[in-house]
Every structure is written in structure tokens, then in C-alpha cells.
């Protein structure tokens, strides 16, 4: 079974900081390039950041960059977004994405297994 489980999502202020993670199991633990998107209510689903399987090359959105940090446990099968200075406009759900393929990718439709996903609300 292929499943992306996300947790750590809640509500925060403006400035502060969260950190997701993102546990893989199944098929989904073989995933090269991991990801994270976000989804915010009458918006589509977007990129944040993505993840070589040797946690060498980093990709971010440039809404995040400088902001948020994307790393990965191969051992424990964890993937993690922390998200710092953390602003109303990143309000949203947050899913992790796993691709099977090596190549670093900001589409949607280009990774193969996805999370529920998790809310993340910024108050102001």
C-alpha cells in the first residue's frame, strides 16, 4: 500500500515557524525526488519545494526561498518542511509528494504518490 502520511501542521502567527514532516511507507519509500505543495481554498495546487533522493539539491518556490528549509531521513523514510517568518499568504494545505524518477520537478502531475495533506493557518 502507498501511502504519504503529513503531520505537523496548526495554527501560527504571523513571524513564527512550523515544521512538517512526512512519513513514508509502501511503495512511497522508494520515492527519488520527495516534495512539498500547498493548496489554498479557491486556489490550485502549487509548489514549495522539492528534494534530490540524496538530499543534495534543493529546489524552493520563490514565495518561500529564504524562508523555508526542506530536508529528508532516508533511514526513517521522513521527509521535513520547516517553515520559518511564516506569513498569512502561506496559510494553506500543505501534501507531500514522492516521484520515482531522479529529476527534480516543480509540477504537480509529474510526482506519482501524494499525502492528505495537513493545515496550515498564519494568523495575522
Known amino acids: 500500500q502507498v501511502q504519504l502520511v503529513e503531520s505537523g501542521g496548526g495554527l501560527v502567527q504571523a513571524g513564527g515557524s512550523l515544521r512538517l514532516s512526512c512519513v513514508a511507507s509502501?511503495?512511497?519509500?522508494?520515492?527519488?525526488?520527495m516534495g512539498w505543495f500547498r493548496q489554498a481554498p479557491g486556489k490550485e495546487r502549487e509548489f514549495v519545494a522539492a528534494?534530490?533522493?540524496?538530499?543534495?539539491?534543493?529546489y524552493f518556490a520563490d514565495s518561500v526561498n529564504g524562508r523555508f528549509t526542506i530536508s529528508r531521513d532516508n533511514a526513517k523514510n521522513m521527509l521535513y518542511l520547516q517553515m520559518n517568518s511564516l506569513k498569512p499568504e502561506d496559510t494553506a494545505i500543505y501534501y507531500c509528494?514522492?516521484?520515482?524518477?531522479?529529476?527534480?520537478?516543480?509540477?504537480?502531475?509529474?510526482?506519482?504518490?501524494w499525502g492528505q495533506g495537513t493545515q496550515v493557518t498564519v494568523s495575522s
Open positions: 528534494i534530490s533522493w540524496d538530499g543534495g539539491r534543493t
Open positions: 509502501g511503495r512511497a519509500a522508494s520515492s527519488n525526488t
Open positions: 509528494a514522492g516521484r520515482q524518477r531522479r529529476t527534480i520537478t516543480k509540477y504537480v502531475n509529474e510526482y506519482d504518490y
